[in-house]
């Protein structure tokens, strides 16, 4: 019966509650005593003050489950986290306390029992290390624990000496290392040399649990003088006696994490265990989901700055790994509600915040998506262009531009490029920094003008206008053209005090018809003329909250600040949004009056020509709901009710039963769109007079974004009839390959799929049975005494392997038979051992260490068992290699 790690953290906490321990709570990410430090990244942080005699608390003994985060610094290198089985940015550390308390002797007490007695580990796999002169912990090891002396190692200052800082309490420590077996690989023995064991780089010794002896205070000149109370600090990886006790070798197959990867798993319908690149891939992401979803709740917000920085950091390096996996959509977020699921138990704060943290790493997974694909793109034509390179270096310059002009973040650009086997060396990082100093310099000398955005200068630029000027008057609920005012023309980050032809510059009018793009609905593009020029507005946004700003490229002449100009909206655009937008709103009602009034909006995009909209809803819905709704929504543009907008309190309207978006910010007068008692929502967009406009609806997709989340996308007016006459050809096309009426069409082809079904069943069986009978003759080689049969017989699946093996059994009696194919590049492996010699060779064994070489994985029972892998190239290596492993007698 394993533990599950639920379980571990509880018994941990119970096991020191009755040995007078105060169980307190984790306290957050963010270290409220250290603003300098980053992260918490131990048990210990929030006791500081405690071990410094600075505070007192009225327990003296306490023990904690600790969230801590370490992301980059010395603790943690973000690359390696998912490339092996222990890294993590977010992990749990299980930690007892004792302040002036007890010291070494029932600290090490407390540590055995709970490892030997209460989690069963056998004391023959425990191994404890101390600080080189530490005999007061090797005495007590021996003494205590009653560990050999062959069992307590001695070693040096990196490994087993602890201090806070430069200055301040530090001591001696002491490790418990668990045995996991000499099967594991060690690079020492590779070389020829022998397994250092506990201090050993390898795997087979596993440090579990670190008692810290905190005997000293160091002063700034690095003298020690003792302590006058000394404590104890213990920290264990709760992932790590998790995967322990689990019998995992990875932490990631616990049940802490193994959810996470199934979530991906789903997501990119890539099985975990099937390629080693994916693999990295899907542990990067469960790892970064878990760390995203804990910042966000502890307050930290993705940013440009320190804390923020490198949640943003964390986050978009799993959005990369997602790319790698297929998944082009927003994903990260959805992985957070597994994270909730898995962990809430122990840290309610998670699902209390998690549709703040679910909303909050969509919108940055939005942003970064384009510029993440386009980096990519330009990465790859990089890569392509210097792949014959004989240095395989970056230029510096390049990873400049990449950062410039497309605003690729440096350090993904650097992970991507090494994952590519280049490198990126300190000469390259040199030109990289001289690029921006010219660019900066540049900058000051007022050379930059217009051209790419300068995205931080703008933000401040628009934050200052946003005080300096009242917000614009927006005039296109009920106007599609009117004069205005040219208040202030920004390029670069930069005020100016005119534009001209040719130039791209945002524009902020005192009033404007031009709706800017929020609630899901694109903005409006139009045009703008001056007396002398004109522009044409590109796309229109807010910026700094309520500044309403046009993307303008000048087309002739000159605009100028201060200028009045005539300002108009592009109709046929925006009528093609006001018919999607108003379609919106009589979807998302039908969706809940026809699947239930649990459908809430996850999001929505209101394009001139489409529309899409993402909801809750635990399963797909059904070809005949969809229908449904289609039929309701088409009833009420049928009926051609008045869709009448009005202002009221936020309170009146609520309370009118109006539907208001979960974690968006509503001021206190509101606008709401009721579509007779159809429909009420908040909503600020623009909309049809009546529904009658819209002529026809069509949902065109229905699918899943996520787990619990679909997305449907659907159009109406025009683009319907447009959809609906695609489809009709379709039809029609189809109908004429098969010269029947199209009506026909379901039936007939359900007919050929069945024939087909058929046909490839027969000739599976044809083709087995062929090769039984290429194999009348084969005779098995001897190997240690063992009959053995190992044959290639390319073109059969494992299911004409199975049946092939079967044959060749009954023949044979006693023996080993390996069998493998090759068909469409993929490899299928089966093996069978006699039950007379399963105990020298394992059917299960074989095909693992089979599929291992031709990239795959299988296994089975000790007689029986299949597997497969990519690399039929290596297919011969495979079968070749069975004779290695049948072992003469007595040599097991
Ligand atoms: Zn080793
Ligand atoms: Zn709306």
Redesign the pocket.
């Known amino acids: 019966m394993t533990m599950s790690g639920s379980e571990l953290r509880q018994k941990f906490l119970d096991y020191f509650a009755r040995h007078g321990h105060t169980v307190v709570r984790s306290s957050p990410l963010v270290p409220a005593q250290d603003p300098t430090l980053l992260f918490t990244n131990a048990g210990m942080v929030q006791f500081k003050s405690v071990f410094l005699g600075e505070e007192r608390r009225e327990y003296v003994r306490a023990a904690t489950a600790q969230k801590c985060v370490r992301a980059g610094g010395k603790h943690n290198d973000l690359e390696n986290v998912g490339r092996t089985a222990r890294h993590h940015t977010f992990f749990e550390m299980l930690g007892n306390f004792s302040f002036g308390d007890y010291f070494k002797e029932q600290a090490i007490a407390l540590c055995w029992e709970l490892l030997t007695s209460e989690l069963g580990l056998p004391k023959d796999r425990l191994k404890a290390t101390v600080f080189t002169d530490d005999d007061d912990a090797f005495a007590l090891w021996k003494r205590v624990a009653g560990l050999g002396e062959e069992k307590i190692l001695r070693l040096g200052e990196k490994d087993n000496f602890w201090a806070m800082g430069d200055t301040g309490p530090c001591g001696p420590c002491s490790e418990v290392h668990f045995h996991q077996g000499d099967h594991i690989p060690?690079?020492?023995?590779q070389a020829g040399r022998k397994?250092?064991g506990p201090a050993?780089?390898?795997d087979?010794w596993l440090e579990i649990w670190n008692l810290v002896f905190m005997q000293f205070n160091r002063d700034a000149s690095g003298k020690m003088t003792p302590l006058p109370k000394p404590s104890i600090d213990t920290g264990m990886g709760l992932e790590r006696i998790a995967a322990v006790l689990q019998g995992k070798q990875s932490n990631y197959d616990t049940d802490l994490l193994r959810p996470l990867l199934g979530h991906v798993e789903g997501l990119s319908k890539i099985p975990y265990g099937s390629d080693a690149e994916h693999d990295v891939s899907m542990r990067v992401i469960a790892d970064h989901a878990r760390a995203a979803t804990f910042l966000i709740t502890d307050g930290v917000t993705p940013s440009n700055e320190w804390r923020g920085y490198v949640l943003r950091r964390i986050m978009r390096r799993a959005m990369r790994h997602g790319r790698m996996l297929g998944l082009t959509e927003p994903f990260l977020w959805s992985v957070t509600g597994t994270v909730v699921e898995i962990m809430s138990g122990a840290y309610p704060e998670i699902a209390e915040a998690h549709s703040r943290v679910a909303a909050a790493v969509r919108q940055e997974e939005e942003r970064f998506a384009y510029t993440l694909d386009l980096g990519t793109a330009k990465i790859r034509e990089y890569l392509g262009a210097h792949a014959t390179d004989t240095g395989k270096v970056v230029d510096g310059k390049f990873l400049f531009t990449l950062y410039d002009t497309h605003g690729f973040p440096t350090d993904l650009a650097k992970e991507v490029f090494e994952d590519a086997g280049f490198t990126v060396p300190p000469e390259a990082m040199q030109k990289f920094e001289d690029e921006m100093e010219a660019q900066r310099a540049r900058a000051r000398a007022g050379a930059s003008f217009g051209g790419a955005a300068d995205d931080e200068g703008s933000v401040e630029i628009f934050r200052q206008l946003s005080t300096q000027f009242p917000k614009p008057e927006f005039l296109g609920y009920a106007q599609m053209a009117t004069p205005a005012r040219v208040l202030a023309l920004v390029s670069g980050g930069r005020r100016l005090t005119e534009a001209s032809q040719g130039e791209t510059v945002e524009v902020i009018l005192d009033r404007t018809p031009a709706y800017a793009e929020s609630g899901g609905q694109m903005g409006d593009t139009g045009a703008i003329i001056g007396r002398d020029g004109q522009g044409v507005i590109e796309d229109t946004y807010y910026r700094s909250g309520q500044m309403i700003v046009h993307r303008v490229r000048v087309t002739q002449g000159r605009l100028r600040e201060n200028q009045e100009v005539a300002v108009s909206v592009e109709s046929r655009r925006r009528q093609g949004l006001r018919l999607h937008h108003t379609g919106t709103h009589l979807l998302h009602a039908a969706l809940r009056r026809v699947l239930g009034t649990h459908v809430a909006q996850a999001g929505s995009l209101v394009a001139p020509d489409h529309l899409r909209f993402d909801f809750s809803h635990g399963s797909a819905v059904k070809d005949s709901e969809v229908s449904k709704i289609e039929d309701l929504v088409n009833e009420h543009v049928q009926a051609n009710i008045v869709v009448t907008p009005a202002e009221m309190d936020l309170k009146a309207a609520l309370q009118s039963g109006a539907m208001a978006l979960f974690g968006e910010k509503y001021g206190d007068r509101v606008r709401v769109i009721r579509i007779g008692d159809f429909s009420t929502e908040l909503c600020g967009g623009t909309h049809l007079d009546s529904t009658g406009q819209i002529g026809l609806f069509k949902v065109v997709s229905e699918g899943a974004v996520a787990s619990g989340v679909r997305r449907m996308e659907a159009v109406t007016g025009e683009a319907a009839l447009r959809h609906v006459g695609q489809e009709e050809a379709a039809l029609r096309e189809s109908a004429g390959l098969l010269k029947i009426p199209p009506l026909e069409l379901p039936q007939r082809l359900q007919k050929l799929l069945d024939e087909q079904k058929q046909l490839e069943r027969q000739v599976r069986e044809l083709k087995a049975r062929d090769a039984k009978r290429g194999l009348q003759d084969l005779k098995p080689t001897e190997v240690a005494g063992v009959p053995l049969l190992a044959e290639r017989l390319d073109g059969l699946d494992a299911e004409g392997l199975r049946s092939v093996m079967d044959a060749l059994r009954e023949r044979m009696g006693s023996g080993v038979i390996c069998l493998g194919s090759s068909m469409d590049g993929k490899v299928a492996l089966v093996a069978s051992v006699s039950k007379d010699l399963t105990k020298r060779v394992q059917a299960g064994k074989l095909v693992q260490e089979m599929a291992a070489i031709v990239g795959g994985k299988g296994g089975g029972r000790p007689d029986l068992a299949q597997g497969g892998g990519p690399d039929a190239s290596r297919l011969d290596e495979a079968l070749a290699r069975v004779k290695s492993l049948i072992l003469p007698t007595g040599a097991v």
């Not at 060690?186 to 023995?189: I, L, T, V």
Request: a negative charge; hydrophobic letters at 20%; one cysteine or more.
């Open positions: 060690c690079a020492e023995e397994c250092l050993c780089d390898c087979r």
